[in-house]
């Protein structure tokens, strides 16, 4: 069964640096989204991608946050200057179309920013 | 986005089934009933999701209110498996999930 992957499966990085996680959603879906599990708080959205643009995010996902799909494949989260706050797990998610309202999850990535 | 309240923990014997409710009292016309589930160190797992008629599929049931102000997830025979916290969700459907706190379900063997 198709599924939606993630690497890595954990990142650790140093406050201010920049970090890419990344996202390989199943072949064919349409629709893009990052959210973020701080530990022991709620999943959280960040933003949905749709068409090559952000359809929608959230107030977490400052100037900070930045989405791209370089390629047919991939669908990259990068934040520019990480906080020690930005330490969660990140979540990935594709959908297949418009008519289909199921979002398939990754398994995450931990970041860790010390 | 409408609001859902759902118990925070319960508790069920393996292989008997299992009822998880969820209130909605303030549900739109167009919101959809999501349900989704998370075992421990994993993703977010999609279940089950319905507008009006109960619903089936090979992981659970969805029983939905006739005036949609709640509905009750069911897993027929809990396996060890199913431990997980699941979250009901109402959105319109196309757009981003708004995850609750969830009811985290325990199967005792």
């Known amino acids: 069964e198709p599924e939606v992957t993630q690497t890595p499966s954990h990142q650790v990085t140093q406050m201010g640096q920049e970090v890419i996680l990344r996202c390989v959603p199943i072949?064919?879906?349409?629709?893009f989204y990052w959210y973020r599990q701080i530990l022991g708080q709620k999943v959280e959205f960040l933003v949905s991608?749709?068409?090559?643009?952000?359809?929608?995010k959230s107030e977490i996902f400052d100037d900070q946050f930045s989405v791209e799909r370089p390629d047919g494949s991939n669908f990259t989260l990068k934040i520019r200057s990480t906080k020690l706050e930005d330490s969660a797990m990140y979540f990935c998610?594709?959908?297949?179309?418009?008519?289909?309202?199921?979002?398939?999850f990754g398994p995450g990535t931990r970041l860790t920013v010390t | 986005d409408a609001k859902t309240t759902q118990p925070n923990s319960m508790e069920s014997n393996e292989e008997e089934p299992v009822h998880l409710p969820c209130n909605h009292s303030?549900?739109?016309?167009?919101?959809?009933i999501h349900w989704y589930r998370q075992l421990p160190s994993q993703g977010p797992e999609y279940v089950i999701h319905?507008?009006?008629s109960n619903v089936n599929n090979r992981m659970a049931s969805l029983a939905i209110a006739e005036d949609r102000k709640s509905s009750t997830l069911i897993l027929h025979r809990a396996t060890l498996r199913d431990a997980a916290v699941y979250y009901c969700?109402?959105?319109?459907?196309?757009?981003?999930?708004?995850f609750g706190t969830g009811t985290r379900l325990t199967i005792i063997p």
């Open positions: 998610a594709s959908r297949p179309d418009r008519y289909s309202y199921e979002q398939y």
């Open positions: 072949s064919n879906h349409l629709y």
């Open positions: 991608f749709y068409n090559n643009e952000i359809s929608e």
């Open positions: 303030t549900i739109s016309g167009t919101d959809y």
């Open positions: 319905g507008l009006t």
């Open positions: 969700i109402l959105n319109f459907g196309n757009e981003k999930l708004t």
